[in-house]
Structure formats: structure tokens, C-alpha cells
């Protein structure tokens, strides 16, 4: 269990912003009209069949200093596909002072029953919200090189209601691709997050952690993740997960990436939205000119993953690594 200790004057905006970070996915996305054709073949149609809704919440714990969270999905269509009543998620915890609960309970807009149950050692639900995405067990992966040389989506991992298997839930889409000029080899990715940095993108404190199937290493989490200050107050950051894949699940290792806007925490959550703007903001960093020795050439958005059932617009702009 992850635990994070936050300094002063960080308490209560960052704690907020950990606690509703775990809910970025579980809203219902905003689809872009300008979307490639809805995928067909067998990987496609793994996903429809797959496809769950469900009610999401926070339950959360408080035991004098570290306020614990779990997010929690609920629904008939979990029992009829996967034979489960309730998935519940990793536990985190975030260090919090009694006085910085007490701003905390105001910004989650907790009754007075359920701030007093909170502050006396027992647990509240919150942030109630729809979710509506694919779910399978951890032996029935996405095999997604069935059809495509990427994976489409992120993935949050949860368990059973008695804890023995895992389960992964869609988050969001995958829109970024690079790849070696040579077609072959192995894509590494400390150039990649060298670039990143020289363009003032920083390592992030807080983050929930997304997986993607990898066919020869299996369910990984992300590897590297970055984020980069939004330029106005109307939304908290830009924010982009990196994983290594086998494309086509052999052969040759390229690297994927997850870009989002996170929305604020004091406007109801903090949600991932505005994938193409993030895609764009994290492919200018790779434009020229460019840091030190390394050569770089944005294709643009030329890989179709017909994932924008889940927001953007359904393409991933690729990166080529020149060395």
C-alpha cells in the first residue's frame, strides 16, 4: 500500500487531489465527433463482449493519520459477466492531519454522520459516479494483437469482494506511439522521458497507477509518467504514462504512451479529459528543435486504434526515433 506524506500547505489540496485521482476513469467520456470507423474484427469484438456498466465510489477510512481509500465498482452486469457482485481497488493511503481532514470532509461535501463516523475510525462511501468500460478477470487478457499492432486502452486494476483473483477495468485510450527508425530492435525509453523533461515536463508525486497487457510480460504498470503544468487555472495538469510493448505482440519493443488533462479537484473530481489536447502538448516536446544528440520526427496521427469510445479522437500520433 502506497503512502504519501504531504508537507504543509500541501495537505489539503494535494489529499483531495489523491483521493479523487483514483476516480479519473469512471465517468462516462466525452466522445469526439472526429472519430475513424468503429473497429471490426476479433479483438473488437473480445470488448463489446466484455463491456460492463457500473456505479463507482470511493470508500474511505481515516485512523488519526493516514486517510485510506479503495475505489469500489458495483453492478447487475458485474455478476452476469464476470460472476462477481462487487470489484474493489488497490488500497492507498495519503498522510493527513486532523485539521486538514476537516477542510478535506467540507471539499468531499460529507453530512455531519459521515464526517463523525470518518473521524472516529470508520468508513464512508463518496463521489458516486457511472462507469461504463470493459472488464475481464487476469486470465483473460486483451489480446489486442489479434488486430492491432497497440494496445488500445490503460487499465485499473481491482479484486474480488474476497480478494482471490484480479480484475482490470478500461480507463483510457492509448494516443501515443514511438517506434526506431530501423523498424527492428528494442525502443527504449530514457530519451524519451530526457525529452520530455527538457521540455518542462516533471515527475509527478501523486499518480494512480494504469496497466497495459503486455503478450510476453503480461499486465505491467506504467513505467515512466510525467506531467507537465497546465498554462491556465481552468484545469490541475497535463499528465502521460509510458509503457514498452511487443508490437504485435513479437518481435520488436516500441513504446506507448496515455496523455490526459486532469480537471481540478476543487470542480468535482479529478477526471482525465482533453486527450487530443494532452497528445499534442506532449508530441510538440518531440518537434524541433530538439535536446542534445537525439533526433526525433512526429508522423503526426497516422496509427488508427479506434478507441475513442473511451475519448479523443481514435488515433495515436507516432514518434520516430532517429538516435
Not at 500541501?10 to 469526439?32: E, Q
Not at 463516523?117 to 464512508?124: A, D, E, F, I, Q
Not at 510525467?226 to 498554462?231: E, R, S, V
Request: aromatic content about 16%.
Amino acid at each position: 500500500m502506497p503512502g504519501v506524506s504531504l508537507g504543509a500547505g500541501w495537505g489539503r489540496a494535494l489529499g483531495v487531489l489523491l483521493l479523487c485521482l483514483t476516480l479519473a476513469a469512471a465517468a462516462y467520456p466525452a466522445v469526439s465527433a472526429a472519430q475513424p470507423a468503429q473497429g471490426v474484427g476479433p479483438y473488437d469484438e473480445w470488448l463489446r463482449e466484455h463491456r460492463v456498466t457500473a456505479e463507482a465510489r470511493l470508500v474511505l477510512a481515516y485512523d488519526g493519520r493516514l486517510l485510506r481509500y479503495r475505489k469500489v465498482l458495483e453492478g447487475p452486469e458485474l455478476r452476469d459477466k464476470l460472476g462477481v457482485e462487487r470489484l474493489v481497488g488497490d488500497e492507498a493511503a495519503v498522510e493527513v492531519a486532523e485539521e486538514e481532514l476537516s477542510d478535506l470532509v467540507t471539499s468531499l461535501g460529507l453530512s455531519e454522520g459521515e464526517a463523525s463516523r470518518l473521524k472516529s475510525g470508520g468508513t464512508v462511501e463518496v463521489l458516486s459516479v457511472p462507469y461504463a468500460g470493459a472488464c475481464t478477470v487476469e486470465s483473460d487478457p486483451p489480446t489486442w494483437w489479434d488486430q492491432y499492432p497497440y494496445p488500445k486502452y490503460s487499465w485499473e486494476r481491482f479484486r474480488d469482494y474476497v480478494g482471490d483473483y484480479y480484475y482490470y477495468c478500461t480507463a483510457d485510450p492509448i494516443n501515443l506511439v514511438w517506434y526506431r527508425q530501423d523498424g527492428y530492435g528494442f525502443t527504449d525509453l530514457s530519451p524519451i522521458q530526457t525529452q520530455l523533461v527538457y521540455d518542462n515536463w516533471t515527475y509527478p508525486v501523486l499518480e494512480n497507477t494504469n496497466y497495459v497487457y503486455d503478450p510476453t510480460y503480461g499486465w505491467e504498470p506504467d513505467q515512466k509518467a510525467l506531467q507537465k503544468d497546465y498554462p491556465t487555472s481552468d484545469y490541475d495538469r497535463y499528465h502521460v504514462r509510458l509503457w514498452k510493448v511487443h508490437k504485435w505482440g513479437y518481435g520488436r519493443v516500441d513504446v506507448v504512451g496515455q496523455a490526459h488533462v486532469d480537471t481540478p479537484w476543487w470542480q468535482g473530481g479529478h477526471e482525465a479529459v482533453l486527450f487530443e489536447e494532452a497528445e499534442a502538448e506532449v508530441s510538440k516536446a518531440f518537434r524541433y528543435p530538439t535536446y542534445g544528440y537525439w533526433n526525433w520526427y512526429v508522423e503526426g496521427e497516422v496509427v488508427p486504434l479506434y478507441n475513442s469510445d473511451e475519448g479523443g479522437d481514435g488515433w495515436a500520433t507516432r514518434v520516430k526515433y532517429k538516435g
